[in-house]
């Protein structure tokens, strides 16, 4: 063996030797880590088994673990209630983006094989969008400035203003929450066809003409296409959609403010009216913008109203009218020229599809809430404040 091989035998030995003690020493610590992950899992159990023997610290613990369990409960609660309501929302967006040609493919399911934006477009055509929507947003806007102005004057009277009656009042408004309109359209029907101002008829045997009677020989025939004042005249009046709750959450806001308030702007000299707009309606601002909120939402996603006072039409479109009659239109849209090459690569009796009539109605729906979650995620602040603050008052 040659001196060159020698010296590298020795050195690959003290290099073993060199390594062996790092691994031994490796071995130890871990070892010692063991140990102390055992002593302290003991420690703690221990500790445990202490704190379980003195009752204090039992119902503490008890306490803690059902304060975790319940949190634990809510949560699986919320998530299955947020699936519940958000997954339909998913599924028609999914449908929506879907091509016709993929509605009866079973392998498509979530995310479209054929993203395609016909369905849309052909909702735009039904609906008249543009044009529908910028009614919605008319009739919606004002009704609610509407709404806001008679519920906040009425809940401020009830809540402040007190006079002989004025309870039973109060509660004979709170009664119209749960008669339903249908108990009384056949009257209003009737009133709004010949709408008039101190007309006076008792029966037959007392007939004072009104105010409008007297300068233009008949009454106001509020009904019909295109009127869509009788909306902001029923909300003035305090018979607009659920007037009687906005009036009861003013009504309690109102009452929940100290009095100490309005004495003080009395001995400045301020009068009910002035009290009313410069103390009471700037502290309401969270109930304000709570009320204002249900009621543009129930303003526009009114049907019944609509179609009794038979506003709607082609010069002025609703979109809720629109989508409802919507599934009648489709076959006689879909037949245009403009669509016979769509009806060569899909089938002639797409339109008879239910399937397809079904994709086409929640498009519309789509498109008919997209403004008002749009608008929603600029207010949703205000409105949670607003739900905080207004708290109901005894």
């Known amino acids: 063996m040659t001196t060159k091989n020698k010296k590298k035998e020795l050195k690959k030995e003290q290099n073993l030797e060199e390594l062996m003690p790092t691994v031994e020493k490796t071995e130890i610590v871990d070892e010692t880590k063991w140990e102390k992950i055992r002593r302290i899992s003991k420690d703690k159990y221990n500790e445990i088994v202490i704190d379980l023997k003195n009752p204090i610290k039992r119902a503490v613990m008890r306490r803690k673990t059902s304060i975790k369990l ?53 909702s735009k055509v039904l609906l008249d969008y543009w044009h529908g929507l910028w009614c919605n947003l008319k009739v919606s806007t004002i009704s609610t400035i509407c709404q806001l102005i008679a519920t906040s004057l009425a809940g401020y009277a009830f809540s402040r203003l007190k006079f002989r009656g004025s309870n039973i009042i109060f509660w004979l408004i ?81 009452r929940g403010i100290p009095i100490e308030l309005e004495e003080s702007a009395q001995i400045d000299g301020a009068g009910v009216v002035r009290t009313f707009w410069s103390v ?16 543009f939402v129930w303003q526009w996603n009114d049907t019944y109203y609509t179609g009794m006072y038979q506003i709607s039409g082609e010069s002025f479109p609703m979109l809720t009218r629109k989508l409802i009659s919507m599934s009648e239109r489709i076959d006689g849209i879909i037949n245009q020229p403009q669509y016979q090459d769509f009806l060569k690569q899909v089938g002639e ?15 519309a729906a789509l498109m008919l809430m997209a403004p ?23």
Request: no cysteine.
């Open 70 to 122: 319940m949190s634990i409960l809510r949560g699986f609660i919320f998530i299955g209630l947020s699936f519940v309501i958000v997954f339909p929302i998913f599924q028609e967006i999914s449908l929506a983006f879907r091509h016709p040609v993929d509605l009866n493919n079973k392998l498509v399911n979530w995310i479209p094989e054929t993203f395609s934006l016909f369905n849309f477009n052909l």
């Open 372 to 394: 008002l979650i749009i608008g929603y995620l600029f207010v949703q602040r205000l409105f949670i404040e607003g739900v905080e603050r207004s708290g109901i008052v005894g």
């Open 174 to 254: 709170m009664l119209t929450l749960i008669v339903p309109p249908q108990a009384i359209s056949l009257a209003r029907t009737f009133f709004l066809d010949d709408f008039d101002i101190l007309r006076f008829n008792f029966f037959g045997l007392f007939d004072n003409p009104g105010l409008f009677e007297s300068l233009l020989g008949h009454g106001l025939r509020l009904k019909g296409e295109g009127k869509d004042i009788v909306f902001y005249i029923t909300s003035l009046t305090g018979q607009g959609i659920r007037a009687a709750l906005f009036i009861y959450l003013f009504r309690q806001f109102f």
């Open 349 to 363: 009796g797409i339109s008879k599809n239910p399937l397809f009539v079904q994709v086409i109605l929640n498009t």
């Open 280 to 295: 009471m309606l700037p502290n309401a601002r969270g109930v304000i913008t709570t009320v204002a909120l249900f009621a």
